[in-house]
Every structure is written in structure tokens, then in C-alpha cells.
């Protein structure tokens, strides 16, 4: 069973950090781009950070850009979010997800629907 399992969520004040885990099992996705969404209560998911299969590129939105870092580890099939100087509007369900398209560095994609594997979501809350 191929499977995404996110880690690393919590409470923590505006200004702080957290570092989320997605570790892969039942498959590898060494060879796909992983990207980062949230979903916060009442509103869309939206995207937040994507990393090409190999780590030669990244991509953020601005509402993020300079305080979140998405990485990778394709020996520990695992890719991380490391956040700082978290904000209140910073609480969300965070989800990682793979790129259905594989060996894919450049023209990461924003778009869900360009995302096959999904995992269930860790909680971020952050308090003012």
C-alpha cells in the first residue's frame, strides 16, 4: 500500500518554527517532484512549496517565499517543510503530495490535480 505520512505539526507562537516530515513507504517517489499544500478551515487548499525529483529546483507562492523551505531526501524517501517566522495566517492542515509526473525538475507545478499521492495532513497552529 502506497502510502504518505506527515509529520512534525503542532502549536507554536507567530515568530516561531516548525519542521514538517513526509515519509513515503510502498513505493519511492525518489524519482518524482513533491510539493507542499495547506488547507485552512473555510477555504481552499492552496499550494505552498514544490521541490523537482532530484532537489535542482524549488518553488514557493510570495505569501511564503523567504520563511518556508521545502527538501528533500531521496535515500530516506522523505521530503521536509521547514517553516520560520510562522504567522497566525500560517494555520492550516499541511498535506504533502507526489507529482504524477516523474523525472520532473523545472515547471513544477501549483496545480493539484498534477498531484497523484496525497497524505492524510498534519495540523499547524500557530497563536499570536
Known amino acids: 500500500q502506497v502510502q504518505l505520512v506527515e509529520s512534525g505539526g503542532g502549536l507554536v507562537q507567530a515568530g516561531g518554527s516548525l519542521r514538517l516530515s513526509c515519509a513515503a513507504s510502498g513505493r519511492s517517489f525518489s524519482s518524482h517532484a513533491m510539493g507542499w499544500f495547506r488547507q485552512a478551515p473555510g477555504k481552499d487548499r492552496e499550494f505552498v512549496a514544490a521541490i523537482g525529483w532530484n532537489g535542482g529546483n524549488t518553488y514557493y507562492p510570495d505569501s511564503v517565499k523567504g520563511r518556508f523551505t521545502i527538501s528533500r531526501d531521496n535515500a530516506k524517501n522523505t521530503v521536509y517543510l521547514q517553516m520560520n517566522n510562522l504567522k497566525p495566517e500560517d494555520t492550516a492542515v499541511y498535506f504533502c503530495?507526489?507529482?504524477?509526473?516523474?523525472?520532473?525538475?523545472?515547471?513544477?507545478?501549483?496545480?493539484?490535480?498534477?498531484?497523484?499521492?496525497w497524505g492524510q495532513g498534519t495540523q499547524v497552529t500557530v497563536s499570536s
Open positions: 503530495a507526489a507529482d504524477s509526473r516523474a523525472y520532473i525538475n523545472y515547471n513544477l507545478r501549483i496545480e493539484e490535480y498534477y498531484y497523484n499521492y
